[in-house]
């Protein structure tokens, strides 16, 4: 027996953006709420006035610079009420789509997101009608019912999460990502891979989440590399939004290992979750590969690559070299010395925070221990 969530609609393809205005009255929001953050704000701009000329004032909210802090969502959520706004819009990256899926669901379940991040509060009640447009192919937040959330009081990185945060509506528009910059195209691809493979070999993995999992993977075999290296490259960029959509899909199974690692570490040492991501995915893998052997072969298959392999332990080997090989043709980091000082790295502590954070997620492949918690780190030094 299984269960999955998806959004009630999506839209995709080239100048969807432009359809926000019908879309907005068709969910019977008059007043709209609009997230972004500072970089988008030329395309909000143009938005909101296409939203005026149908008679729809929208306020704009673009405090959203890096991670969604728990000031920046309290806030918004504050400015939402006292502005009798009946419906979010969020337009960018993962962050301000996490923090705008968090306003829509404080709008209409009282308290504070901390509360709701620490377990004090449940979420009971369905969220604000939201549009989710992100503006990188990475996340995938369009798709999940999750929000992660820096907590400034502790330190921790850590989700909300509930069926009633998926997005009505996302709209996929590959020209909005075309201005990535080819660092952060690398960093948030390797972010939507490994959602992909970890949601594939997840032990609450379902045929569903299995086949969006791979197409992903599919995807940014074929297209990663030249959305990194020629951003203006819109069959490349298309390519890759739609593998983030679709392994946020997958992302219904569960995240593994590597994300159990890099959603905390990003936060304690300040390092983006995607870098975070590419650092820790291939050990990972190689950790959980006796696991899930065959899982790991198809794998191998999706990324073009073991074909006449002597047994399945080389295929499932040449899948994790491939991704090896994608992360360094596409210039993430592999190593946590790429991204922060190393002498500042306490594994111990590290451990404790990770477990403190996401320790209670069960879906790896193998058992996710203290011990191995400190094994894939090691691995990634």
Request: with cysteine; proline share 4%.
């Amino acid at each position: 027996m299984w269960e999955i969530f998806l959004n009630q609609r999506v839209i995709f393809g080239l100048g969807k953006i432009a359809e926000i205005p019908e879309l907005v009255k068709q969910l019977k929001i008059q007043r709209p709420f609009i997230v972004t953050s500072p970089s988008q704000m030329s395309v909000t701009g143009v938005l909101a006035e296409r939203l005026a000329q149908t008679g729809l004032q929208a306020m704009i909210y673009s405090d959203v610079k890096t991670e969604p802090e728990l000031a920046v969502i309290n806030h918004g959520a504050k400015l939402l009420a006292g502005n009798r706004c009946d419906g979010v819009i969020g337009i960018g990256g993962g962050s301000v789509l996490d923090a705008a899926k968090a306003i829509a669901m404080l709008a209409t379940n009282s308290g504070l997101i901390e509360e709701f991040q620490m377990g004090e509060k449940a979420i009971t009640e369905p969220t604000l009608p939201t549009i989710m447009v992100p503006t990188t192919a990475g996340t995938g937040s369009e798709a999940t019912k999750v929000s992660v959330v820096f907590n400034n009081n502790n330190g921790l990185k850590k989700s909300v999460y509930s069926p009633y945060m998926i997005a009505d509506v996302a709209i996929l528009d590959p020209q909005l990502t075309v201005s990535s910059p080819s660092r952060l195209t690398a960093s948030t691809g390797m972010d939507a891979l490994s959602h992909a493979v970890e949601s594939y070999v997840s032990l609450n993995a379902t045929p569903m989440t299995e086949m969006f999992g791979l197409k992903a993977m599919e995807l940014i075999n074929r297209s990663f590399l030249r959305a990194v290296t020629c951003g203006e490259d819109l069959e490349a960029r298309s390519d890759m939004l739609l593998a983030s959509f679709l392994a946020g899909c997958a992302l219904n199974a569960g995240i593994g290992v590597a994300h159990i690692i890099a959603q905390p570490f990003g936060g304690e040492y300040k390092v983006s979750h995607g870098d975070a991501c590419s650092i820790f995915l291939p050990p990972a893998m190689e950790v959980n590969l006796e696991y899930s052997l065959k899982k790991y072969c198809r794998i191998a298959e999706a990324l073009g690559v073991g074909a006449g392999g002597a047994n399945e332990e080389d295929v499932a080997q040449a899948g994790i070299n491939r991704v090896k090989e994608i992360r360094m043709q596409t210039g993430a980091p592999g190593k946590i010395s790429e991204v922060m000082d190393r002498s500042h790295l306490d594994i111990d502590a590290a451990v404790r925070n990770i477990q403190g954070a996401t320790g209670h997620i069960k879906c790896n492949p193998r058992l996710v221990d203290a011990k191995l918690l400190s094994e894939v780190i090691a691995k990634a030094l």
